[in-house]
């Protein structure tokens, strides 16, 4: 039995409402907490169904007779997320808005925000599981459902938010939560699963890049011969290993192309068949940067690790090299040629199903 006061993060979702079901029915002092983010009030692109989600996660609180308020962090989340989003796109990166919305909206601003009122932990509806390490550390392993496993998201989180973090659903399977979501008559048991950008909701990247970017248009050159192909809206709408809305039709044998690059000097986006010898689309050699380690003892010389090199992807047998002049910089090296990693996205390092850190490819 435990009587920690805990403030779980309801986002109108069957998992974290499950989440708090879980942690009432353990004996925590539990409160709820819909957060709400500057997209909510600003101009609504595609489908945001944020009003709905307020109701569903009030609904959840109420049939759980716990308290339920609405914690208003849009500016904190322009600043962190939104900004980091904007600026990496413009720059030719791939940013990744769900990790550092993670890192420094849940487990950093709202976490604090829990602190300040009283609460010993902030729960999620992550699928994730947090087990005691040595020495009063916390590990963080792979969630018990490997089709919904999320620690890839968790990989920016360092040791001190993980002693304040609660993941209540990561033994579970997806059907398991089902059931116990019906079973115990919840409100939104049926309720299908989102998927968009953290907090923003039903919105296309594109949709939103569209309102908040402006088009400078460049051409698309094919890397082999540079063959200008075609006319593009702007680099920041694709990605390295993109292969659909290129704009370019396959050719006359049948073979599609691929985004291999994007050139800044001329704005040129460049791209190949979409083959294993396309050039820059695999590679085995990366480096990474902005390294975050949730142990207490991270790797200080080379060693063999496994990575993620984006969410659900199997693990990667991969050599890991630290910088020694600079420790949050790595060099990687994967056991087999990876595909289309872009900048700015994020490298996942494991040992075993258990989460070390993270960094962003550069």
Same mark, same amino acid.
């Given at each position: $039995?435990?009587?920690?006061? &805990?403030?779980?993060?309801?986002?109108?979702?069957?998992?974290?409402?499950?989440?708090?079901?879980?942690?009432?029915?353990a004996?925590?002092d539990?409160e709820?907490?819909? $957060?709400k983010n500057w997209?909510?009030e600003?101009?609504?692109?595609?489908?945001?169904p944020?009003?709905q989600?307020?109701v569903?996660?009030?609904?959840?609180?109420?049939?759980?007779?716990?308290?339920?308020?609405?914690?208003?962090?849009?500016?904190?989340?322009?600043?962190r997320?939104v900004?980091?989003?904007?600026d990496?796109?413009?720059?030719?990166l791939?940013?990744?808005?769900?990790?550092?919305?993670?890192r420094?909206?849940?487990? =950093?601003v709202f976490a604090?925000?829990?602190?300040?009122?009283g609460f010993?932990?902030?729960? &999620?509806?992550?699928?994730a599981?947090?087990?005691?390490?040595p020495a009063?550390?916390?590990?963080?392993?792979?969630?018990?459902?490997?089709r919904?496993?999320?620690t890839?998201?968790l990989?920016?989180l360092?040791?001190?938010q993980?002693?304040?973090?609660?993941f209540?659903?990561?033994?579970?399977? /997806?059907p398991?939560?089902?059931?116990i979501a019906r079973a115990a008559?919840?409100?939104?048991a049926? /309720? /299908?699963?989102?998927?968009?950008?953290?907090?923003?909701g039903?919105v296309?990247?594109?949709d939103?890049?569209r309102e908040y970017?402006p088009?400078q248009?460049?051409?698309?050159?094919?890397?082999?011969?540079?063959?200008?192909?075609?006319?593009?809206?702007?680099?920041h709408?694709?990605?390295?290993?993109q292969r659909?809305?290129?704009?370019v039709?396959?050719?006359?044998? =049948?073979k599609?192309y691929?985004v291999?690059? /994007?050139?800044?000097?001329?704005q040129?986006l460049?791209?190949?068949f979409?083959?294993?010898r396309?050039?820059?689309?695999f590679?085995?050699a990366?480096?990474?940067?902005?390294l975050?380690w949730? &142990?207490?003892?991270?790797?200080?010389?080379?060693?063999?690790?496994?990575?993620?090199?984006?969410y659900?992807?199997?693990h990667?047998?991969?050599?890991f090299?630290?910088?020694p002049?600079?420790?949050?910089?790595a060099?990687?090296t994967?056991a087999?040629p990876q595909?289309?990693?872009a900048?700015g996205?994020?490298l996942?390092?494991?040992? =075993?199903?258990?989460?070390l =850190?993270?960094?962003?490819?550069w």
């Amino acid at each position: $039995m435990s009587s920690a006061r &805990t403030l779980v993060a309801l986002s109108g979702g069957v998992d974290s409402a499950v989440a708090a079901l879980l942690l009432q029915r353990a004996g925590s002092d539990v409160e709820a907490a819909y $957060m709400k983010n500057w997209i909510n009030e600003d101009h609504i692109i595609g489908d945001c169904p944020w009003e709905q989600d307020i109701v569903d996660a009030r609904a959840v609180a109420d049939h759980l007779g716990i308290p339920f308020r609405v914690v208003n962090l849009m500016e904190e989340y322009r600043e962190r997320v939104v900004a980091y989003l904007l600026d990496g796109y413009q720059r030719g990166l791939t940013p990744n808005p769900d990790v550092i919305c993670n890192r420094d909206i849940k487990f =950093g601003v709202f976490a604090q925000w829990g602190r300040d009122h009283g609460f010993d932990a902030v729960a &999620t509806g992550h699928y994730a599981q947090r087990t005691p390490g040595p020495a009063a550390t916390w590990q963080l392993l792979e969630g018990a459902d490997p089709r919904k496993d999320q620690t890839y998201f968790l990989a920016l989180l360092e040791q001190d938010q993980l002693a304040g973090a609660r993941f209540p659903i990561g033994h579970l399977t /997806k059907p398991e939560l089902r059931e116990i979501a019906r079973a115990a008559g919840l409100p939104n048991a049926t /309720k /299908k699963d989102s998927q968009g950008i953290c907090f923003i909701g039903q919105v296309k990247m594109q949709d939103f890049l569209r309102e908040y970017v402006p088009d400078q248009p460049g051409p698309i050159v094919r890397a082999a011969d540079e063959s200008v192909l075609g006319e593009h809206r702007g680099l920041h709408y694709f990605t390295l290993g993109q292969r659909k809305g290129i704009g370019v039709p396959s050719n006359t044998d =049948g073979k599609a192309y691929v985004v291999v690059g /994007k050139r800044a000097a001329d704005q040129a986006l460049l791209v190949a068949f979409d083959e294993p010898r396309a050039p820059g689309l695999f590679t085995t050699a990366v480096r990474i940067r902005s390294l975050r380690w949730n &142990t207490p003892s991270p790797p200080r010389t080379p060693c063999a690790l496994e990575g993620k090199v984006r969410y659900r992807d199997p693990h990667v047998a991969l050599q890991f090299e630290p910088d020694p002049a600079d420790p949050t910089r790595a060099s990687i090296t994967f056991a087999s040629p990876q595909r289309g990693l872009a900048a700015g996205q994020i490298l996942a390092l494991y040992e =075993g199903n258990r989460l070390l =850190g993270g960094g962003v490819y550069w």
